[in-house]
């Protein structure tokens, strides 16, 4: 079993930056690949970043790519999202999810997940 509590969220304009965190709970972090979704008010819930368990491997959605970097701290059990030049179409709830094995983009192929932190971008 794995708990995953994000930290981070908030309120910014249009071109800031946020920095989103996930801690995990479990001795086996680098076991699981971990991913960031986002879900936008009457959208679906969509793959923003993953990272493999060695952290080599990476996914970015198209709408993110040169603008947000995940990373993670194995030695902290924790994932980090750093969200550059901020859109107001980055509002969503953003999601931190762990599945075992490697990276995948489907968020019903994780089989844990987060409570959700709320990123609004204004303009």
């Known amino acids: 079993q794995v708990q995953l509590i994000e930290s981070g969220g908030g309120l910014v304009q249009v071109g800031g930056s946020l920095s989103l965190s996930c801690a995990a709970s479990?001795?086996?972090?680098?076991?699981?690949?971990m991913a960031w979704f986002r879900q936008a008010p009457g959208k679906e819930r969509e793959i923003v970043a993953a990272?493999?368990?060695?952290?080599?491997?990476?996914f970015y959605a198209d709408s993110v790519k040169g603008r947000f970097t995940i990373s993670r701290d194995n030695a902290k059990n924790t994932v980090y999202l750093q969200m550059n030049s901020l859109k107001p179409e980055d509002t969503a709830v953003y999601y931190c999810?762990?599945?075992?094995?490697?990276?995948?983009?489907?968020?019903?192929?994780?089989?844990?997940w987060g409570q959700g932190t709320q990123v609004t971008v204004s303009s």
């Open positions: 999810a762990a599945k075992t094995g490697a990276l995948r983009s489907l968020s019903h192929e994780y089989d844990y």
């Open positions: 990272v493999g368990g060695s952290g080599i491997s990476k």
């Open positions: 479990g001795r086996t972090f680098r076991d699981y690949a």
